[in-house]
């Protein structure tokens, strides 16, 4: 596989369409770019909703 420094990515389960993600092949966790992010509860638990960047 030859990757570039930054390639389209799929999450379908969190995103339908592909987001551009910078490869770390060094790196030990991950991230995501997230923005609007806001918290609500439903059942006594704490939820969190986001967008991704």
Known sequence: MIVG???YVLLP???PAAIRAKLD???LTSSL???DIKTFWVGGAEHVE???A
Do not use: C, P, V, Y
Request: glycine share 6%; aromatic share 14%; no cysteine.
């Open 50 to 52: 986001f967008r991704l």
């Open 25 to 27: 092949t060094g790196a």
């Open 13 to 15: 389960e969190i995103q």
């Open 5 to 7: 420094w930054k390639e």
């Open 33 to 35: 770019d997230a923005r």
